[in-house]
């Protein structure tokens, strides 16, 4: 769900790959494995994300009841457009 709700705000607010990930002084590969569910950002780095995008951390991490029963709405939908599927490997 992290790389999926990562995935829609970074689009919804109008960031590249690259651009967030030069934001966030990371590489592009470390992005990439985050959005593709492959590896969890550290803590740390979940609060600049969320920061940078202008959303809780609860909001990425999947959390909505709790928002909800808090009376916060996020702008950014939980899902952001249909991924492009991944080529098949020859073999």
Known sequence: MLNDRLRSARIFRGYT?????????????ALQK??????DPSYDLLVQ?????????????????YLR?????????PEGPPRHPRPQKRR
Not at 51 to 60: A, E, G, I, Q, R
Not at 69 to 77: E, F, N, Q, R
């Open 49 to 65: 994300i969320a920061d940078l995008f202008d959303v809780p951390t609860d909001f990425l991490l999947g959390r909505d009841d």
């Open 69 to 77: 029963s808090l009376g916060v709405s996020v702008d950014v939908p």
């Open 34 to 39: 985050y959005e593709s569910g492959d590896v």
């Open 17 to 29: 790959l690259q651009k967030t990930a030069d934001t966030l002084n990371i590489s592009l590969r």
